[in-house]
C-alpha cells in the first residue's frame, strides 16, 4: 500500500505565523514520530505517538510546539508564532506497535521561516 | 545522554572502490543500531539493523558492523555504483535498562555522512 506521506511538501512562513505541517502514517501502524533536520544537523526526535497518546513528548523544543493524533491515523505538529531557528525539514515515521525498530519516514517538509 | 557522531561528514570517492563509513555513540546500553540512508526530497529508507547482541549484518554489498563495548560501528560498501550518493545516517535505540520511562523506541540520530561516488 501507500507509504507514509506529508503535506505540504515545502511551506515557506513569516517569522510570528503560525504553521500546521501533516503526517498520514501507513494504515494500521499504530505508532507515529516526528523528527526535525536542520542544516548540517542530525534528525532530532521531537515526539511519539502510541495510537493516540503521546507517552514521549520530550524532545519538543519549546511551548510553541505541539502535536496531535487522531483516530490513530492522521498526525498534525503545529509551530506557533515560528522564528527562524524553526526553518527545518520536518520528518514523520510510522511502524507496528510490536515493530517500532522498522520505522517507515515520510519525505519531509521543508518549512522556512523568513 | 546519547550522542551519536558519523565521521566523516562528506566523503567522495571514485566508482568501483570500497569505502567505509563510521560511526560512534557515546553510551553503550543500546538495544540496536541501524544505518539509514536518505536521498533528497525523499524520506528514510532502513539499510541495515543490528541487534546488540549481533556482531554485523550484510545485506548484497552493505555490510554494517557493531561493537557496542567500544561504540562503535562500521558500514562497508563493496564496489560503490553512483548509484550509492547519498546521505548515511546510523541511528541507536536505547536499551530498557537505561532508560527511566516508556519510550525507548525513540531513535537518536547521528550527522550523517554525504557519500558521493564519481563515475
Known amino acids: 500500500g501507500a507509504g507514509v506521506s506529508q503535506s505540504p511538501s515545502n511551506k515557506v512562513t513569516e517569522k510570528g505565523k503560525d504553521v500546521e505541517l501533516r503526517c498520514d502514517p501507513i494504515s494500521g501502524h499504530t505508532a507515529l514520530y516526528w523528527y526535525r533536520q536542520r542544516l548540517g544537523q542530525g534528525l532530532e526526535f521531537l515526539i511519539y505517538f502510541q495510537g493516540n497518546s503521546a507517552p514521549d513528548k520530550s524532545g519538543l523544543p519549546s511551548d510553541r510546539f505541539s502535536a496531535e493524533r487522531t483516530g490513530e491515523s492522521v498526525s498534525t505538529l503545529t509551530i506557533q508564532r515560528t522564528q527562524q531557528e524553526d526553518s527545518a525539514v520536518y520528518l514523520c515515521?510510522?511502524?507496528?506497535?510490536?515493530?517500532?525498530?522498522?520505522?517507515?519516514f515520510g519525505p519531509g517538509t521543508r518549512l522556512t521561516v523568513l | 545522554k546519547q550522542e551519536v557522531t558519523q565521521i566523516p561528514a562528506a566523503l567522495s570517492v571514485p566508482e568501483g572502490e570500497n569505502l567505509v563509513l563510521n560511526c560512534s555513540f557515546t553510551d553503550s546500553a543500546i538495544y540496536n543500531l541501524q544505518w539509514f540512508r536518505q536521498d533528497p526530497g525523499k524520506g528514510l529508507t532502513s539499510l541495515l539493523l543490528?541487534?546488540?547482541?549481533?556482531r554485523e549484518q550484510t545485506s548484497g554489498r552493505l555490510n554494517a558492523s557493531l561493537d557496542k563495548s567500544s561504540g562503535r560501528s562500521t558500514l562497508y560498501i563493496a564496489a560503490s555504483q553512483p548509484g550509492d550518493s547519498a546521505t548515511y545516517l546510523c541511528a541507536v535505540r536505547q536499551s530498557l535498562q537505561s532508560i527511566s520511562n516508556f519510550g525507548n523506541e525513540k531513535l537518536t540520530f547521528g550527522t550523517g555522512t554525504r557519500l558521493t561516488i564519481i563515475p
Open positions: 543490528i541487534q546488540s547482541s549481533q
Open positions: 515515521a510510522s511502524s507496528l506497535f510490536l515493530e517500532t525498530d522498522t520505522q517507515y
